[in-house]
């Protein structure tokens, strides 16, 4: 029987009740399907359901064929290597010992001499030079789930699962992965808002509130279509809504009609002549008339709402968010941070950044790039004075704000509205609600804990309220695309090539760079930088 996953009529609801889905209906066979999605609308969940992590609540799951699941982060014991990773270590130890002339005849039958070359195989083909002794403590995250999606193939499973597998990864990390799945001819379901790897997949599948939607062909096919189904939606709103007009002008003329008619016959009686049983007559059917077309002209009404509420619906599911900023005024001669040979590290005689200088001048927009374990959040912690140099100097002349992968600027025990009025208290509650609004926090959506937002939301929050009200003159973003959905990467991306202040931007996402319009690079290779 081919590999396959089923999904049928599943329902899941959240521990505080908010349903996920219901009655969903989804299978996935042996392609490569990328997995897209608004925050929180369960994509990581369905990854769960799938591979047994949770269980839904009704419904049926079938799962024909082995699995792969590479979650979003990898954890790690102590003393845990590679090889724990790829469960060879027993393996591996047998083949250590038959090369010193310890294994017993029985275990050299069993010693599989491939094993070696296979895993370094499994290594390269995900970029990683790495042996199966090293310790997983010793690999940065980025590393370390690169070893995981290479233990992951080396087991070769029919479907691959995997949750944002290139977020942490550096530039060449996220080439290799993206090779790696164009290559894969097995099934694989993605979630990513990586666009450059969502090219490699043959279909898309979104979840929306409504249920999952499959779109034939990679990222960019997905993206014609929506832009056709946004098109379509906005005029059937307009038709919709020009008859909701046209049925109030029908049903105000019918009014003034009968209005006319029943001035007519009071006109009539008064003058008199006409016998009493005739007007009667004549008021019962004006009264019957009127009823008639009152019912009439609601029931026309509430059609003509019904449709144009339902094609909003689907403009509000289709329609990207929109972003817009305030100015912060920065002059374009004015020096923002300087940085005068630097040097700093953690560790004595052991720098992670040696003797850098480099200016930022104006609304510069600046990418911070390199591999991983090259300096760069060391660069950031530096700027920011969490890090104390070494030698050199390092000033910030303006003010600024950061926002790091944990947004730890926002108070997880407040909600967002608070953490807004925190931090900008010379906002007013309209200014608060209106910027927050921006960034899809409406009314009681920006009520909400912090403690309580998925990843894209934690983000989406944090840059409403470092940039809703007033945005500072430089900006300092670490990884901003790792958790948002592709929908918010696209409105972040439209607000801060709008932003007129200065930018740092410590990013692998070569697309995301691109995009809002990076006018230098600052490659740090670790020990030394170039700009």
């Given amino acids: 029987m081919p590999a396959s996953i089923t999904l049928s009529q599943i329902s899941w609801a959240t521990p505080d009740g908010r349903s996920l889905f219901s009655d969903l209906d989804l299978s996935f066979g042996r392609d490569r399907s990328g997995l897209v999605g608004r925050n929180g609308v369960g994509k990581t969940t369905l990854l769960k359901l799938v591979s047994g992590d949770v269980q839904p609540n009704s419904g049926s799951i079938s799962v024909n064929g082995s699995l792969g699941v590479l979650r979003q982060s990898v954890q790690v014991a102590a003393d845990e290597t590679i090889a724990n990773l790829f469960g060879v270590t027993g393996a591996l130890e047998l083949l250590r010992r038959a090369e010193a002339g310890e294994a017993t005849a029985d275990e050299l039958t069993s010693a599989d001499w491939t094993l070696p070359a296979r895993i370094a195989a499994a290594l390269n083909r995900t970029g990683l030079d790495a042996e199966p002794q090293t310790p997983l403590a010793a690999l940065s995250g980025g590393q370390r789930t690169r070893a995981a999606l290479a233990a ?183 020096i923002v941070l300087k940085i005068d040979g630097v040097t700093a590290g953690y560790r004595p005689d052991d720098p992670v950044i040696d003797n850098l200088s480099f200016d930022v001048t104006g609304p510069e927009r600046i990418a911070i790039t390199g591999p991983n374990g090259s300096g760069k959040t060391t660069l950031l912690a530096l700027i920011t004075g969490e890090l104390e140099a070494w030698a050199g100097t390092v000033a910030v002349m303006t003010g600024f704000a950061m926002l790091d992968q944990k947004v730890s600027l926002l108070d997880p025990s407040a909600s967002i509205r608070d953490n807004f009025r925190r931090i900008n208290p010379q906002a007013d509650e309209n200014t608060c609600r209106a910027a927050l609004a921006r960034f899809m926090f409406r009314a009681d959506a920006a009520l909400q804990r912090v403690s309580t937002l998925s990843g894209g939301q934690l983000l989406r929050a944090g840059l409403a309220c470092t940039l809703g009200a007033a945005p500072p003159p430089l900006l300092i973003l670490d990884e901003p695309t790792n958790h948002l959905d592709i929908d918010s990467i696209a409105a972040v991306e439209a607000g801060l090539s709008a932003y007129d202040g200065a930018l740092l931007v410590v990013s692998h996402d070569a697309t995301f760079l691109e995009n809002i319009g990076i006018t230098r690079r600052l490659e740090l290779c670790g020990g030394d930088a170039g700009g």
């Fill in 152 to 334: 992951l193939i080396f087991s070769e499973p029919d479907f691959l699962l995997l949750d944002e597998p290139t977020n942490n990864l550096d530039r060449e990390g996220r080439a290799a992965v993206i090779a790696l799945i164009s290559s894969w001819r097995a099934g694989a379901v993605i979630v990513s808002h990586d666009r450059e790897l969502l090219e490699s997949v043959d279909q898309i599948v979104e979840l929306t509130s409504l249920g999952a939607t499959r779109y034939g062909g990679n990222w960019s096919h997905y993206r014609e279509r929506k832009a056709l189904e946004l098109a379509a939606a906005r005029h059937d709103l307009a038709e919709a809504e020009g008859r909701m007009a046209e049925v109030a002008r029908k049903a105000q003329a019918n009014v003034e009609r009968q209005a006319r008619r029943d001035s007519a016959g009071r006109k009539m009686a008064a003058k008199g002549g006409i016998p009493r049983i005739m007007l009667g007559g004549m008021k019962e059917r004006s009264e019957t008339t009127g009823g008639d077309n009152t019912r009439l002209a609601e029931r026309r009404r509430t059609q003509a709402f019904e449709e144009a509420r339902a094609a909003r619906e689907k403009i509000e599911i289709l329609q990207p968010l929109s972003v817009s900023l305030p100015t912060t005024g920065l002059p374009a001669s004015k």
